[in-house]
């Protein structure tokens, strides 16, 4: 009867905590169920009707596809290969991607550990003391010494009657959506950061070389205008002048060389190596194409793809399940525990049924009063709720203003190019005609050294202009969410096992994303 006994009494117990928790897991919750908020209703982002294309600038022009599809490898719509694998790298070895990934990770963790509460808690506990007790306190003038072994299983649940276990479990839910958006939006900020730098370096390195050039030709103009100085063709204070744009155009040359630098360390820092040993491949202007079809999602859709929107509405999810938390603190809490055990003085016997011992029953604990605590403390989960829901709202209005800010640039970007396009080639064509009058006799060397220093000035104009093009051409993918939706398994991380986001979206999350 000892050991089938113990099991026998075991499962009786175990059996009438598994019925209770089958009966108040499908109970109530109280506070908010949380709805997802409901897009904007606006289907465009500027005033007016919606940009079709730009203008022809360098003979390109950019269009405008309302409600296309975002490729998740945008980037690779420059055609540089050296930028896909500067990406690569970067995805392989940020520190900062790798860390948002761990805290995934953690939060995923975090979130398993919470579902525990669900199931009973069933705990094995032993003891083995020798005691004595005093013969006087039992009046008797012998004492006695002797041994005991114990060991007993206990099983307690807490009843979820108001659903504030459910409620915390939703909040850990909500936690780790925030930290998935977090990893995407690290990602998504990761690769702007290293296209944009890739271009800012390129469009520095180009400067640098014009800037050299508009230099030199300055310096001839300064030697030129010494000689006639000295020989009292030219005024003086002329040479003071040619001399002061001399100085103002070689004290912006460091400045230049100096923002190269700065690029090529950020762009080691951002694919995890040190600037000191980091040789960075040379990206020109030249190497990258200009992406000339421009997928544009309707305001709708980006509430759906942009990380920090969906961060914001986890946060607001998670501040939902809080006002439940608060709320069931209200009520009355239940649990039900059981214990059953076998105690002996000799541990060879401990299984005999003249040892066993057990109990089963219930508790609960109901606030009567806590000085407004409790009240409060769900007013200010309320408080915390609205909160969430306005910064929801100001995140998703800055993310559709980006995304009008983008668009706008394009466009200003290729008229302002355009223009500057003509006056380059104009400013050319004059130094063309310069460079023949002044073999023909027909004209100075002083002219033609003007002539070429407007020339290599009105290049630095429009390369800078060229590479604002292409950056901001990068923004548009980045203030649209990036693609990251279409993330395939090509895109994984070259590290073993590791997939660049640490979760992949289930198939009724990636519904959502396409069809909300």
Known sequence: MDEHLFHANAKYILARLSAVWLLTATGCAVGPDFVRPQPPETERYVPGKPLQETVSADGQIQYFEQGAEIAADWWQLFHSPKLDALVKEAIANNPT??????????????????????????????????????????GSPVSSTFNLFTLSASV???????????????????????????????????????????????????QIQTTQQLIESQREQVKLTESQTQAGIIEYEKLVNLRLQLEVLES???????????????????????????????????????????PISLPSSLVRQRPDILLAEAQLHQSSANIGIATAAMFPSFTINGTYGQNNRNLLDIFLSSGNFWSIGTNFVAPLFHGGTLWFQRKAA???????????????????????????????????LQHQSQE???????????????????VNYQQVSIAESQYFQSKLNYLQTLALRFQDTAALFVALGGGWWNIEEKTRSPRDDEILFDVKLSEEETDKVKTD
């Open 252 to 294: 912006s040359l460091p400045r230049l060389v100096q923002k190269r630098s700065q690029a090529e360390h950020l762009l080691a820092t951002l694919i995890g190596q040190f600037p000191g040993e980091h040789e960075f491949e040379e990206i020109d202007l030249a190497d990258l194409s200009l992406p000339t079809n421009l």
């Open 424 to 442: 380059l080639h104009l400013a050319q064509e004059r130094m063309h005609l310069m460079q023949a009058n002044y073999q023909a006799g027909l």
């Open 382 to 416: 309320i408080d915390a709720f609205q909160q969430s829901r306005a910064q929801y709202r100001q995140t998703t209005l800055d993310a559709l203003a980006q995304v009008a800010d983008v668009l706008l640039a394009l466009k200003y970007d290729a008229e302002a």
């Open 97 to 138: 991607l790798e860390s948002a990934q761990a805290s995934l990770q953690q939060s995923q963790d975090n979130l398993q550990a919470g579902y525990g509460v669900f199931f009973p808690q069933i705990d094995l506990g032993g003891t083995a003391s020798r005691q004595k007790f005093s013969a006087a306190r039992f």
């Open 156 to 206: 307690s649940y807490a009843l979820d009657v108001f659903g504030a276990q459910r409620r915390t479990v939703e909040a850990l839910g909500a936690s780790r959506d925030m930290q998935h958006y977090t990893v995407i939006a690290t990602y998504l900020t990761l690769i702007g950061n290293i296209v944009n730098t890739v271009i800012a370096r390129a469009g520095y390195e180009a």
